[in-house]
């Protein structure tokens, strides 16, 4: 609303211009005065210059947030997100999760410790029985604070909070964790060397050591059933 001159779109497509309005602010608009010209208020409505909705609040003052860091109220973010997610048309819904998903929103806990922390859906297993004892030995595993968001959320919307919480990322099964390994480690392997330029990799199976420190008929079952 001031005298600049500002793009209504930006690099990705996304509306950062907006028609004024009374009961949202923050956002930048369009001058007031030059709404009143008809020509001008019909090309804002040719090129899709709108008032703002959630889907603008989310990307132009929600995500923002993140980038720059620092202590976030992440519960009604999450609210937000898993609202527009609820009531977006499919064929958006896969776009605005890409989005958001690498974005340290989603409540978790580590085992025997209350205190709940917030990070990446992909960094964070699901509170499944199997899962958590699987873990049992592994006391940085992360699991998802699923009671928490089932007091948040209405049990007729658990269905979508589940698929939503899916889509974002978060595991039903232990993770394969990639290391680039060192030369020597490389060589202790047997791995045959060539050459100067060369990288080495090692896959396991997240949680795997310490699973199999103290392993018995019991737990080899419950180790085929993550795979």
């Known amino acids: 609303d001031e005298n600049n001159?500002?793009?209504?779109?930006?690099h990705q497509g996304q509306p950062v211009l907006f028609l004024p309005d009374e009961e949202i602010t923050g956002y930048v608009t369009v001058k007031r005065e030059l709404l009143k010209n008809k020509t001008t208020r019909a090309f804002?409505?040719?090129?899709?210059?709108?008032?703002?909705?959630?889907?603008?609040?989310i990307y132009t003052r929600i995500l923002p947030e993140y980038d720059r860091g620092g202590d976030i109220d992440t519960?009604?973010?999450?609210?937000?997100?898993?609202?527009?997610?609820?009531?977006?048309?499919?064929?958006?819904?896969?776009?605005?999760?890409?989005?958001?998903?690498?974005?340290?929103?989603?409540?978790?806990r580590f085992q025997n410790d209350?205190?709940?922390?917030?990070?990446?859906?992909?960094?964070?297993y699901w509170p499944d029985e199997d899962l958590v004892e699987y873990f049992v030995a592994k006391?940085?595993?992360?699991?998802?604070?699923?009671?928490?968001?089932?007091?948040?959320?209405?049990?007729?919307?658990h269905e979508q909070l589940h698929?939503?919480?899916r889509k974002l990322g978060v595991r039903?099964?232990?993770?394969?964790?990639?290391?680039?390994?060192?030369?020597?480690?490389?060589?202790?392997?047997?791995?045959?060397?060539k050459g100067k330029q060369n990288q080495f990799f090692d896959k396991k199976i997240d949680g795997a050591d310490e699973f199999f420190q103290c392993i018995d008929l019991h737990k080899s079952v419950l180790f085929w059933k993550q795979l």
Do not use: N, Q, W
């Open 114 to 124: 209350e205190i709940v922390y917030r990070g990446k859906a992909s960094e964070i």
């Open 172 to 193: 039903r099964s232990p993770d394969i964790v990639i290391r680039e390994l060192v030369f020597y480690e490389a060589r202790e392997l047997g791995i045959e060397i």
């Open 44 to 57: 804002c409505d040719k090129i899709g210059i709108k008032k703002p909705d959630l889907r603008d609040e």
């Open 75 to 108: 519960e009604p973010h999450f609210l937000k997100f898993f609202r527009y997610f609820k009531d977006c048309p499919l064929s958006k819904a896969d776009e605005f999760v890409s989005l958001i998903k690498d974005k340290e929103f989603v409540s978790y």
């Open 5 to 10: 001159a500002v793009p209504a779109f930006d």
């Open 163 to 165: 698929d939503f919480l």
């Open 139 to 157: 006391p940085d595993a992360r699991f998802l604070d699923l009671e928490s968001y089932h007091e948040m959320i209405s049990t007729k919307d």
